[in-house]
């Protein structure tokens, strides 16, 4: 495929996980990528493997929370491919820990990596996508719509996305930038790693499709809504979780 032929793209977080899984698929569609991550050694890895397959990516350290070294990676991202298209703002945080238990430090942490980037990746890169009519996607999460015991942080920075994604379409809209987000259900990557399969199977059991997604189904509605394919689809929150959010037990 090549819908994204000449495009560049950015990947936030892309080390692992929907980052990894975003990385290959919008470069396996023609774009040239740049893995942006503080997780150095498998980003590279995921750069690596990238160009093995016969396609264009780069990694550049960026911790997603300093404006510093946004402005660093957007230096990086021109020197090495040229203007930016696309930017996917995937980079995350979890930690499951009630209100009353949070540290105001975790709190600042936590919208730090979750929310603020969003901001800082399009002051950024806003020239870039003004003049390459680009577009963004931020990966929101269903912590946005519902309540999960132990995630205050989390959700709020989720729900903070999906409404700065709506007021960004609406104010740049006029210049030709679309933003927009995806929101994954339960998703098979590394944060799953210390849940038993007993638990696994739970979380699978309360999706409508009876099993849980996979990095690579998020990394297809990323794609999707980077493409020209969305061209008409700007302030949307895309909901990737396999019919967790509609099936409910409850008579």
Not at 76 to 87: A, K, W, Y
Not at 123 to 128: S, V
Request: proline share 4%; hydrophobic share 45%.
């Amino acid at each position: 495929m090549s819908r994204l032929a000449d495009r560049v793209a950015v990947v936030t977080g892309g080390a692992s996980g929907i980052g990894a899984a975003t990385a290959h698929r919008l470069a396996a569609d023609g774009a040239a990528v740049v893995i942006a991550d503080i997780a150095e050694a498998s980003g590279r890895e995921v750069a690596s493997k990238i160009r093995a397959a016969g396609h264009r990516a780069e990694f550049v350290r960026c911790d997603v929370s300093s404006e510093d070294s946004w402005i660093e990676l957007r230096n990086s991202v021109n020197e090495l491919f040229g203007p930016l298209d696309f930017l996917c703002s995937n980079a995350s945080r979890q930690a499951t820990i009630p209100a009353h238990e949070l540290t105001r430090q975790a709190w600042d942490d936590g919208l730090a990596v979750n929310l603020t980037p969003l901001f800082l990746g399009l002051h950024t890169f806003i020239d870039d996508l003004r003049n390459r009519s680009g577009n963004v996607v931020a990966v929101s999460s269903v912590h946005a719509q519902f309540g999960l015991p132990g995630y205050p942080v989390y959700a709020a920075a989720k729900g903070g996305l999906t409404a700065l994604v709506r007021q960004l379409a609406v104010e740049y809209g006029r210049s030709r930038v679309r933003v927009n987000a995806v929101l994954p259900g339960p998703i098979l990557t590394p944060v799953w790693d210390d849940v038993d399969e007993a638990g696994r199977r739970l979380s699978a059991q309360a999706t409508a499709l009876d099993r849980m997604g996979a990095p690579e189904e998020v990394a297809a509605a990323v794609a999707f809504l980077a493409s020209d394919d969305a061209s008409f689809i700007t302030g949307a929150n895309l909901v990737v979780d396999g019919g967790w959010s509609v099936r409910k037990e409850s008579r």
